[in-house]
C-alpha cells in the first residue's frame, strides 16, 4: 500500500503541475494538488518501513490526508458548479473545478483503497 500512495501522490503533482501550466502559471492555486501530493509521497516512503507500528502510522496520515484531498475540492467544485447552475451563468474558473474534481475523484478512489487495505489487514491478524 505504501507503493500505491507514492503513486498517487506523484499523479497528484503531476495534475498540479499540469493545471499550472495549462492555465498560463498564473494562478499558483492550481498548485494545491502538488502540496497533497507532496505529503502522500512522503507518507508513502515513511510508511515503506519493516516496523508494522511505523507503517500503520504512516498509512493513517495518508488516508487521512486523502480523505482532506477528497471532501474539500469536492465541497468546493460542487458549490461552483452549483452556484453557475442556480444562477445560469458561466462558471467563472472552469478549469478550476475541473481540476477540483479531478482531484476529488482520485483522493476518494485512494481512500477507498486505504480503507480496503485496512479492513483485509485487520482480518488477517484476527486470524
Known sequence: MARLTIYFGIVLIGIGIFFFVTTGSAHPTS???CWFGLVLGVCGAMANSKDASKRMLYMHIAVTIG???FVFPGFMAMKDILSAHSTHA???HPSAVHEQLLMSILCFFFVVLCVRSFI???RARLV
Open 31 to 33: 498548485l494545491i494538488p
Open 67 to 69: 480523505l482532506l484531498g
Open 120 to 122: 483485509a489487514a485487520r
Open 90 to 92: 458561466p462558471m467563472p
